[in-house]
Nanobody, 123 residues
Framework: QVQLVESGGGSVQAGGSLRLSCAASGFTASVYCMAWFRQAPGKERERVTSTSTRSATTYYADSVKGRFTISRDNAKNTLYLQMNNLRPEDTAMYFC????????????????WGQGTQVTVSS
């Protein structure tokens, strides 16, 4: 059974940090592009960051560059997102996703999704 399980979300004040984790099971995550998306109320789900199979290529949305860092541990089938200097506009549900075709921007290109973890940043 394929599963992506996110953890690490919570409520922090602006300027704080959180580290999200995504544990993959039921498939070999090392051959998939892994990504973090987020969705705020009333907004479309957007790709925040992604990393290719061997972490050779990473993408960051302009809004998080210099503040967020994606990493993966293929031996543990786990994806991470270190979020520093959080802002109220980072408030959203954060989703982990896996794509067999590569690190594409659209949600339709991702085969597997987690259930999400809520991040709330107060000013």
């Amino acid at each position: 059974q394929v599963q992506l399980v996110e953890s690490g979300g919570g409520s922090v004040q602006a300027g704080g940090s959180l580290r999200l984790s995504c544990a993959a099971s039921g498939f070999t995550a090392s051959v998939y592009c892994m990504a973090w998306f987020r969705q705020a109320p009333g907004k479309e789900r957007e790709r925040v960051t992604s990393t290719s199979t061997r972490s050779a290529t990473t993408y960051y949305a302009d809004s998080v560059k210099g503040r967020f860092t994606i990493s993966r541990d293929n031996a543990k089938n786990t994806l991470y997102l270190q979020m520093n200097n959080l802002r109220p506009e980072d408030t959203a549900m954060y989703f982990c996703a896996a794509s067999r075709v590569g690190c594409v921007s659209g949600t339709a290109g991702y085969n597997y999704w987690g259930q999400g973890t809520q991040v709330t940043v107060s000013s």
